[in-house]
């Protein structure tokens, strides 16, 4: 029996589907700068939210504490991030993101446009119009992703 309940799941359950396929694909794209999937996810995280703490980080990006210390190191060396004491607590050292790790991002994003793009050629004008129209609440949907 097909209830409203039963469409409802099912839509819900072929979107996940949906955005899992999608979301393998933006992750496995080429790019012409090769980091690895962790640290492309703090760069993006620090673009949203720089400053943060270490303790931060190792939270949002489900690593540990050794491994973001480590990680925010290298970026450190190759001039991704700075590493700065917070001015309210001199203890506590901040991680903020640099112009060049803004630019990793930026380009990541810029060829992620690229390919996709390309892979949009493929669909019909109504696919593509059908896509534009639902950006609006895909955002909103982040957005409560987000605040949950």
């Not at 210390?69 to 001199?90: I, N």
């Not at 990541?108 to 669909?123: A, C």
Request: aromatic share 4%; proline share 3%.
């Amino acid at each position: 029996m097909n209830t409203k309940s039963d469409s409802h799941n099912y839509n819900a359950a072929d979107f996940a589907l949906v955005l899992e396929d999608l979301t393998r694909i933006m992750i496995r794209l080429p790019s012409i700068q090769k980091y690895s999937f962790t640290t492309l996810s703090v760069l993006h995280t620090l673009t949203l939210k720089s400053p943060m703490r270490l303790t931060e980080l190792t939270a949002t990006e489900q690593v540990t504490q050794s491994g973001i210390t480590q990680l925010v190191t290298r970026l450190e060396r190759d001039g991704l991030v700075e590493r700065r004491s917070d001015p309210k607590d001199g203890r506590v050292v901040q991680v903020h993101i640099t112009d060049a790790g803004r630019e990793v991002i930026d380009s990541r994003r810029n060829d992620r446009i690229v390919q996709l793009s390309s892979f949009m050629e493929g669909l019909t004008p109504e696919e593509r119009q059908a896509i534009s129209s639902a950006i609006p609440a895909m955002r909103r949907l982040a957005r409560l992703g987000k605040e949950s």
